[in-house]
């Protein structure tokens, strides 16, 4: 067996190009290892490739997953079509919310924790069956940024008021995903900037009502699209009144 300290050192020797494909495959064993011993369906999402790999547990044929295995998007459309739209942006409000609490937590506690949330999902046999989703995320410890997300879709195993929590896996404290999560999301500028291009002001406009450089508007403008992981102005208003960041 290879010594720790030498293992290191190949490790951290390895380009990134390298380290990212044996991170991959560790990742990719550690779900499917996890969709067999609990039977759930295990989606393994890329963040550098902006793929996802569906591994079929035993659950999936309650979903009629079996046999998806590979889609060009990290945002599993495959499982969100079995979703309603207001599920669905439920869903990804939920992910958005855990992302950016964990980016606040100290790097040390993040493996820690995990998205727990409740799903509804409309079976090929027209059945609609409650889902446990977990999600946990894959960090990259040199460049501290997330390689990867691992959700498990599994029946619900038991009942729990609210929708979605942060949970700490190693004491069991769960935090609700409610709108008081929202001061990670944006910041209060942020949030200023957002709510004066939700009425229809132009960037020299919210520059000069907020005494600062068109640049420096610009700059908050792209910093909510990435954030609230959207394409344009209008999504960014519209997503941001469903979390009720506005």
């Given at each position: ?12 020797r390895?380009s990134?190009?390298?380290?990212h494909?044996?991170l ?9 290892s ?33 046999g ?10 495959r ?27 100290p ?59 942060m ?31 939700d ?48």
């Amino acid at each position: 067996m290879e010594r720790p300290l030498k293992q290191l050192d190949r490790l951290l020797r390895q380009s990134p190009a390298e380290r990212h494909e044996n991170l991959f495959e560790a990742a990719m064993a550690q779900a499917r290892s996890l969709a067999t011993l609990e039977n759930v369906v295990a989606v393994i999402s890329d963040m550098t490739r902006n793929e996802s790999r569906i591994i079929a547990g035993g659950f999936a044929k309650t979903l009629g997953l079996d046999g998806y295995e590979h889609e060009n998007s990290i945002w599993e459309s495959r499982i969100l079509s079995m979703m309603t739209e207001e599920q669905q942006e439920a869903k990804v409000i939920a992910e958005l919310r855990f992302y950016h609490l964990m980016r606040h937590l100290p790097k040390a506690r993040r493996q820690q924790h995990c998205l727990i949330s409740r799903l509804r999902m409309h079976t090929p046999d027209d059945r609609w069956v409650d889902v446990m989703h977990r999600m946990y995320y894959v960090h990259d410890t040199v460049c501290d940024n997330v390689l990867y997300a691992i959700c498990l879709y599994g029946p619900m195993m038991f009942d729990f008021k609210g929708s979605s929590y942060m949970v700490d896996m190693t004491t069991g404290i769960r935090e609700e995903l409610s709108a008081e999560a929202n001061g990670a999301v944006l910041s209060r500028r942020e949030r200023q900037v957002l709510s004066l291009i939700d009425e229809g002001m132009k960037s020299v406009e919210i520059a000069r009502r907020l005494n600062i450089s068109v640049h420096t508007v610009s700059r908050h403008r792209q910093e909510i699209l990435a954030k609230l992981q959207v394409k344009n102005s209008i999504e960014a208003c519209r997503r941001a009144k469903a979390m009720k960041l506005i």
